[in-house]
């Protein structure tokens, strides 16, 4: 019995070497924080709240045109009302970027560095080296579009008050179902971004070229959007994830 356990064992295997603890999550997701570009990706995101502060400072009060209020209308009403401004204005295009620059660079940037063979010779297997890098990608880039309304919540209180969150429609939600309905928001835009997430890993594993894997995915978007803007291809427009990015808004 004790012979035919021990054949059970990789013949190669070092003493103590679990396929499942290599490159913990904990550990990728530092080497990933400590990277110039997720600090650069998180000052932009950050930044973008002051910038509307400062645009709806100079031109004043945004006014709805022909009597009609628009949510862009509402933003200095509170606080709330000015972090889902910032979500709209960057759910488009801005959003995306972050999704498409983790997830793209993470395997291509380690194959461009030549660093991707010294993981793979720890050993880590292949299929833990993409789990750990996928998960920690989507992570770090549902921790972007949490960091953006956290920000814009807390300089749009600063501005202009607590408040409970006015619908351009008419009526008003109290903070804690403003708060619950910005969540449904960020998940909503975080599950919208699944297609650019996936396509921009997969280009990741194809190309040693991170720019290339980022920019398709970007690139995605941008035709996406085009399409999307094209009346002439009718219902064939629902299959496109830019029909659907700010569905959100009948939150």
């Not at 979500?87 to 995306?96: I, R, T």
């Not at 804690?176 to 969540?183: H, K, P, S, V």
């Not at 280009?203 to 040693?208: E, M, Q």
Request: aromatic fraction near 8%; proline fraction near 5%.
């Amino acid at each position: 019995m004790s012979t035919l356990a021990e054949h059970t064992e990789p013949l190669h295997a070092a003493s103590g070497y679990r396929a499942a603890r290599t490159l913990p999550l904990r550990v990728e997701l530092a080497r990933q924080l400590k990277r110039r570009r997720t600090l650069i990706m998180a000052g932009i995101l950050a930044a973008l709240p002051f910038v509307l502060l400062i645009a709806f400072a100079i031109g004043g009060d945004p006014s709805g045109r022909d009597g009609r209020v628009t949510l862009m209308d509402t933003a200095t009403a509170s606080g709330a009302n000015f972090a889902a401004v910032n979500l709209f204005v960057s759910a488009g295009f801005l959003l995306v970027i972050p999704v498409a620059l983790f997830c793209g660079d993470t395997v291509a940037s380690e194959a461009s560095w030549s660093s991707l063979r010294y993981l793979l010779a720890a050993p880590v297997p292949r299929a833990r080296l993409l789990w750990s890098k996928l998960v920690v990608g989507l992570g770090l880039s549902l921790a972007a579009m949490i960091l953006l309304p956290v920000v814009a919540l807390a300089a749009g209180t600063a501005a202009y008050g607590w408040g409970p969150l006015q619908i351009p429609t008419g009526g008003a939600l109290d903070s804690g179902t403003a708060a619950q309905r910005l969540l449904v928001v960020v998940a909503f835009i975080f599950v919208s971004q699944l297609v650019t997430a996936g396509l921009a890993f997969w280009l990741s594993t194809k190309t040693d070229a991170p720019l290339g894997a980022v920019g398709g995915a970007v690139g995605l978007t941008i035709v996406g959007n085009v399409l999307d803007a094209v009346t002439a291809l009718g219902h064939w427009r629902d299959f496109l994830p830019a029909h659907w990015q700010f569905a959100w808004a009948d939150a």
